[in-house]
């Protein structure tokens, strides 16, 4: 838009972690916004969260991800729904490979990746459906659009204390094994691996992090 560059060098000025910026198309509009970043005279430390929500992006996100500036990447889906002309339904069926397109580019990049709004604000079965469903895929959260969300999205993202109580037993019990020398793990009939101790160490550290801003 006309007042773009001016936006970008308002919130150079603004002391902010990080700017959005949507309808990102390529890796050129990623240096086109670092480079007014730049000319604005923000510091190196204020960052690009780079939403994705058009078909050049979907197939340009990988290259957005990796992008040393970026460090979000957030889902257009209102956006990305009408440029698809696909359907907003329950379930998302339509916009499922694209959101697994961009996990894909993030998850490469080892960068966050944000879930898209929710439309039907007073529609909390859906939003947690909606988020529960987001959560399974991957997501590291979901942008909100109205504070009656937030309890529910904090919910969803957050783990329970049973899944943090399981993380710790998983954590002890492969352990556990490996001072013993034993070269197959199983916890209540299950096999254990190195990948169930990664993400159980993940469930925890997040738990610590929550538990920290509480």
Same mark, same amino acid.
């Given at each position: ?33 670092s %480079?007014? *970043?730049? #000319?604005?005279? &923000?510091? @190196?430390?204020? =960052? ?8 050049? !992006? ?10 040393p ?10 956006d ?5 002309r ?14 697994h397109? %961009?996990? *894909?580019? #993030?998850?490469? &990049?080892? @960068?966050?990746i =944000? ?8 529609? !909390? ?26 309890g ?62 509480a």
């Amino acid at each position: 838009t006309p007042w773009g560059h001016a936006d970008v060098a308002a919130a150079a000025k603004a002391c902010v972690s990080a700017v959005v910026i949507p309808k990102i198309n390529s890796v050129a509009e990623v240096n086109e916004v670092s %480079a007014a *970043l730049d #000319a604005a005279g &923000a510091p @190196k430390e204020i =960052l690009i969260w780079a939403m994705i929500e058009t078909p050049t !992006a979907i197939m340009d996100c990988r290259a957005i991800a990796a992008h040393p500036r970026v460090a979000v990447l957030v889902m257009g889906t209102n956006d990305l729904a009408k440029e698809l002309r696909a359907a907003q339904v329950p379930g998302r069926h339509p916009l499922v490979p694209s959101l697994h397109m %961009a996990l *894909l580019a #993030a998850r490469e &990049a080892d @960068k966050p990746i =944000l879930d898209g709004v929710y439309n039907d604000i007073k529609n !909390a079965d859906g939003f947690r459906a909606e988020s529960v469903q987001g959560a399974e895929m991957g997501f590291d959260g979901k942008t909100l659009i109205h504070p009656d969300q937030v309890g529910i999205a904090n919910e969803v993202w957050s783990p329970s204390e049973d899944e943090v109580a399981h993380a710790r037993d998983v954590i002890a019990t492969f352990d556990e094994a490996l001072a013993a020398g034993k070269g197959v793990v199983q916890l209540n009939g299950r096999m254990i691996e190195n990948l169930h101790v990664a993400n159980a160490q993940r469930a925890i550290a997040i738990a610590e992090a929550i538990a920290e801003l509480a």
